[in-house]
Nanobody, 124 residues
């Protein structure tokens, strides 16, 4: 059974940083992209960022470009999201996701496996 488990969420002041981690178990995703999505209260889940299996490509939502960085460790089957210069608008539940495709896609429906989510709250 595939499991994605996120960790690292919490409460931080605006301008601060947080680092989220996602550990995958049950199978490896060495040849598939992995990504992060987020969902704020009353809003739909939205794409944040994703990374290709060979680290060659990353895609970021415009709202986080220059502030967030995604990395992965295929040997450990983990993906990490470093979030800097956090803003109150970044407050949401953040979800790790993995897909069976080989291309980086940004739609929620393109991802087959999801973590349970971790809360990130940024105070002003």
């Amino acid at each position: 059974q595939v499991q994605l488990v996120e960790s690292g969420g919490g409460l931080v002041q605006a301008g601060g940083s947080l680092r989220l981690s996602c550990a995958a178990s049950g199978r490896t995703f060495r040849n598939q992209p992995m990504g992060w999505f987020r969902q704020a209260p009353g809003k739909e889940r939205e794409f944040v960022t994703a990374i290709s299996w060979n680290y060659g490509s990353t895609v970021y939502a415009d709202s986080v470009k220059g502030r967030f960085t995604i990395t992965r460790d295929n040997a450990k089957n983990t993906v990490t999201l470093q979030m800097n210069s956090l803003e109150p608008e970044d407050t949401a539940v953040y979800y790790c996701a993995a897909t069976n495709t080989v291309r980086i896609l940004t739609s929620v429906s393109s991802y087959d496996y999801w973590g349970q989510g971790t809360q990130v709250t940024v105070s002003s």
